[in-house]
Antibody, heavy 119, light 106 residues
Framework: QVQLQESGPGLVKPSQTLSLTCTVS??????????WSWIRQPAGKGLEWIGR???????NYNPSLKSRVTISVDTSKNQFSLKLSSVTAADTAVYYC???????????WGQGTLVTVSS | DIQMTQSPSSVSASVGDRVTITCRAS??????LAWYQQKPGKAPKLLIY???SLQSGVPSRFSGSGSGTDFTLTISSLQPEDFATYYC????????FGGGTKVEIK
């Protein structure tokens, strides 16, 4: 059974770059026709899709974040990563990684990691 | 962006009740809709995809219906473990989620 786990700093300073990694276990990130996504949720609020990557390296991003987001994949490590540049307090959220079908259904999800943007 | 509007934002119900949550898309999305359940401090869990297909392992008391712009999630007989927040998500274009419906104990 595939499991995902986010990792990375829990505190990032304003204007810096947020960097997170998602490690996939229980299966190969390259198997099946799946994309790998990042989704975030500010405290007490709803969910926002950030973007997705296929193991070929093909990416799709939320237009509202596209100028600041880079998602990459390392198949040798069974990991994919998120970089969000020029962060502000508005980027404070729980960040989830998730497996995504080609129809954009998300399952399973990682447990989530809280990232706070503060000086 | 396709906006997703859920109603109600919260509902109080008792164990055994039938609960219905609605989701409306700002434009037609055919059957490109999923429903998720989220419990406090946990990640969302996929319940329904393609508007009415039950995800493997999800109890049959959960069902989904609708197409176009109007969709419904129904819990036929509410169980204690069903108290949670439910989100709809459209997959017609880049994914967007509804604002959530919290199912609370009456």
């Amino acid at each position: 059974q595939v499991q995902l786990q986010e990792s990375g700093p829990g505190l990032v300073k304003p204007s810096q770059t947020l960097s997170l990694t998602c490690t996939v276990s229980g299966g190969s990130i390259s198997s099946g026709s799946y994309y790998w996504s990042w989704i975030r949720q500010p405290a007490g609020k709803g969910l926002e899709w950030i973007g997705r990557i296929y193991t070929s390296g093909s990416t799709n991003y939320n237009p509202s974040l596209k100028s600041r987001v880079t998602i990459s994949v390392d198949t040798s490590k069974n990991q994919f990563s998120l970089k969000l540049s020029s962060v502000t307090a508005a980027d404070t959220a729980v960040y989830y990684c998730a497996r995504c079908t080609d129809s954009n259904w998300f399952d399973p999800w990682g447990q989530g990691t809280l990232v706070t943007v503060s000086s | 962006d396709i906006q997703m509007t859920q109603s109600p934002s919260s509902v109080s119900a008792s164990v055994g009740d039938r609960v219905t949550i609605t989701c409306r898309a700002s434009q037609g999305i055919s059957s490109w809709l999923a429903w998720y359940q989220q419990k406090p401090g946990k990640a969302p869990k996929l319940l329904i995809y393609a508007a009415s297909s039950l995800q493997s392992g999800v109890p049959s008391r959960f069902s989904g219906s609708g197409s176009g712009t109007d969709f419904t999630l129904t819990i036929s007989s509410l169980q204690p473990e069903d108290f949670a927040t439910y989100y709809c998500q459209q997959a017609n274009s880049f994914p967007t989620f509804g604002g959530g419906t919290k199912v609370e104990i009456k």
